[in-house]
T-cell receptor, first 112, second 115 residues
C-alpha cells in the first residue's frame, strides 16, 4: 500500500536556524507531494506542491525537494521564527481524483 | 487563495443524537470534497470522497449508514453523524478540490464532543 512516513514526531530548533523536516514514501513514486501547516484545533493550510519531475521548489523562506532515488522529500524553513511553530504534514497524491495520503506530521517548535 | 468554511466549528451533543456538519467552498466550485477525521496527535484519516451529484465513496472501515454524506451542489457538502456515541468524538475536517487541480483546500474543522 502507499505510505507516507514522517519519522520525526517533534523537532525543536533555535530561532534563526534552518529547520529541515523529512518525508519518506514507499512503493512507487507519487505524481506529487504536498506540504501543509496545521495549527492546534485548525484545519491544514496548503504550503507547497512539488511534482515528481521537479527537484526543488521555493516559496519565500520555504524550500521543498523531491528525490525519487531516496524516495524522500525534504522541507526546509530558513531563518526560522517562533511563529513557524506548528505541525507540518506531508501528503502524497496522484493525478485524477484520488485523495491525498497524509503522514502523521512533525511538530516543529522554534525557540526564541 | 480558495476558502473553505465549516459549520459549526464546535458541537457538543448527547449520545444517540445526530449531528450535521456543513462544508462550503466560498469562492470556487468544488467538484470533489473529502471528509477527514483526526484524533489527538494523529494524522488526518480519510473517511470518504464525495463528488457532486453522485454517491460518496467510503474508505474501508467507515460505516456509510452512520456517516451520511450529501454533496448536492458544487459548493456544499454535508456530513451527518447519525446516532452519535462518545467514540465518535473527534475533529472532523473537510477539504475541496477543483476538477483537474491538485491543490486541496481545507476547512477549519469541526470539533465534535459526544457526551
Amino acid at each position: 500500500s502507499q505510505k507516507i512516513e514522517q519519522n520525526s514526531e517533534a523537532l525543536n530548533i533555535q530561532e534563526g536556524k534552518t529547520a529541515t523536516l523529512t518525508c519518506n514514501y514507499t512503493n512507487y513514486s507519487p505524481a506529487y507531494l504536498q506540504w501543509y501547516r496545521q495549527d492546534p484545533g485548525r484545519g491544514p493550510v496548503f504550503l507547497l506542491l512539488i511534482r515528481e519531475n521537479e527537484k526543488e521548489k521555493r516559496k519565500e523562506r520555504l524550500k521543498v525537494t523531491f528525490d525519487t532515488t531516496l524516495k524522500q522529500s525534504l522541507f526546509h524553513i530558513t531563518a526560522s521564527q517562533p511563529a513557524d511553530s506548528a505541525t507540518y504534514l506531508c501528503a502524497r497524491g496522484n493525478s485524477g481524483n484520488t485523495p491525498l495520503v497524509f503522514g502523521k506530521g512533525t511538530r516543529l517548535s522554534v525557540i526564541a | 487563495g480558495a476558502v473553505v468554511s465549516q459549520h459549526p466549528s464546535r458541537v457538543i451533543c448527547k449520545s444517540g443524537t445526530s449531528v450535521k456538519i456543513e462544508c462550503r467552498s466560498l469562492d470556487f466550485q468544488a467538484t470533489t470534497m473529502f471528509w477527514y477525521r483526526q484524533f489527538p496527535k494523529q494524522s488526518l484519516m480519510l473517511m470518504a470522497t464525495s463528488n457532486e451529484g453522485s454517491k460518496a465513496t467510503y474508505e474501508q472501515g467507515v460505516e456509510k449508514d452512520k456517516f451520511l454524506i450529501n454533496h448536492a451542489s458544487l459548493t456544499l457538502s454535508t456530513l451527518t453523524v447519525t446516532s452519535a456515541h462518545p467514540e465518535d468524538s473527534s475533529f472532523y475536517i473537510c477539504s475541496a478540490r477543483v476538477h483537474g487541480d491538485n491543490e486541496q483546500f481545507f476547512g477549519p474543522g469541526t470539533r465534535l464532543t459526544v457526551l
